[in-house]
């Protein structure tokens, strides 16, 4: 019975993750989060006693772990690899959906729901990113710097992406970066 509880959670996480990434938050109904997930109408108060908010966290935290590990395994051997690596896997999930999923967090931040969370949890992404950068050669502001750019530069070709339905903005920008992370562990050589 527990794994059938903790089964429908996530199952009703996953479909949050994309409902809010479709529709964003407003626009995401509980009732349509139960329809996706096929989880029973009353496990959501039982999962999350807080309702859609503390659904809602879950599924921007779970979102920020996600992304948190794929900069941490991500089979990158210098930054310039690590850039590529973050925006193609975003890219990919973006081309995947048929442009209709964009970030997790961001509606959650563009609608002013839930407080800091969308500030903390980019934070976090960043700080991940920097401190990976920072481990394949970058001194710590060039990391730090680097990092705050393309986790802003991927938000920025997510949503010009879905706009355009076109993965070019993708291209462009993983370009643009990829030449400042090359710039950047040249500058860290000297």
Do not use: W
Not at 32 to 46: I, M
Not at 55 to 83: F, M, N, W, Y
Not at 159 to 177: C, G, I, Q
């Amino acid at each position: 019975m527990a794994g059938r509880r903790s089964d429908a959670k996530q199952k009703m996480v996953v479909a949050a993750r994309r409902l809010i990434r479709e529709r964003g938050y407003h626009a995401t109904a509980l009732s349509d989060v139960l329809e996706l997930s096929e989880a029973p109408r009353g496990s959501v108060y039982f999962h999350f006693p807080g309702g859609k908010s503390e659904l809602a966290v879950e599924a921007a935290e779970q979102h920020t772990r996600e992304q948190i590990d794929h900069i941490e395994q991500a089979e990158a051997s210098s930054p310039a690899g690590l850039v590529r690596s973050y925006l193609d896997q975003a890219r990919e999930r973006l081309v995947a959906s048929d442009y209709r999923e964009g970030c997790t967090i961001a509606p959650i931040v563009i609608e002013g729901e839930l407080g800091d969370l969308g500030g903390r949890l980019f934070t976090m992404i960043i700080e991940a990113m920097a401190a990976r950068l920072e481990a394949l050669g970058l001194d710590g502001d060039a990391a730090g710097r680097l990092a705050e750019a393309v986790v802003t530069g991927a938000q920025g070709a997510l949503v010009t992406s879905r706009a355009l339905r076109s993965p070019t903005p993708f291209d462009s920008v993983r370009a643009a970066l990829e030449n400042l992370a090359v710039s950047a562990e040249a500058d860290a050589r000297r």
